[in-house]
């Protein structure tokens, strides 16, 4: 079991590191608008799509992976329970600030994941959501990271 989560960190890691470069490198375009976008080069709109893939693996590996493992490892019984449920387990035992902010996350993820080549306005307006959600999931990627290794000694 720990060479599981062991391997989900690294996993995790790899899409923070990789979310968070692409973020910074980005950085000075937010907040975002359709004549910014306009003036992206090639590379930096390559940028755009690691920015959104890895924050989408990110936030999707860490609530199909990392949530149940960690929870089994503290002896939680999660067998058959809904994600829905998880969540709630991860909140109460204060691993996650709440279930609806983890909610609001996977929202961000499955708009963002959405291609919209002909509606730059939809597009603007929904990569405006990622500075703020990428602050989050990064916080809460940061701190179950430290909780696991402390926990459990890896």
Excluded at 59 to 87: A, C, H, N, W, Y
Excluded at 146 to 154: A, L, P
């Amino acid at each position: 079991m720990q060479d599981k989560l062991k391997e989900t960190l690294t996993i995790c890691d790899l899409h923070h590191q990789r979310m968070m470069f692409a973020f910074e490198s980005l950085e000075k375009y937010f907040p975002l608008t359709e004549f910014k976008l306009s003036q992206v080069s090639p590379i930096e709109l390559a940028l755009f799509d690691q920015l959104i893939y890895r924050f989408s693996k990110l936030q999707d590996s860490m609530g199909t992976r990392l949530f149940k493992q960690l929870l089994e490892l503290l002896e939680e019984d999660v067998s058959g329970l809904p994600f829905l449920d998880i969540l709630y387990k991860m909140e109460k035992l204060r691993l996650i600030e709440s279930a609806k902010v983890w909610i609001t996350l996977r929202q961000t993820r499955n708009t963002v994941s959405h291609e919209y080549p002909f509606y730059t306005e939809i597009l603007v307006e929904e990569l405006n959501l990622l500075p703020e959600e990428v602050a989050k999931l990064g916080s809460i990627w940061i701190k179950l990271k430290d909780y696991t290794i402390q926990r459990m000694v890896i």
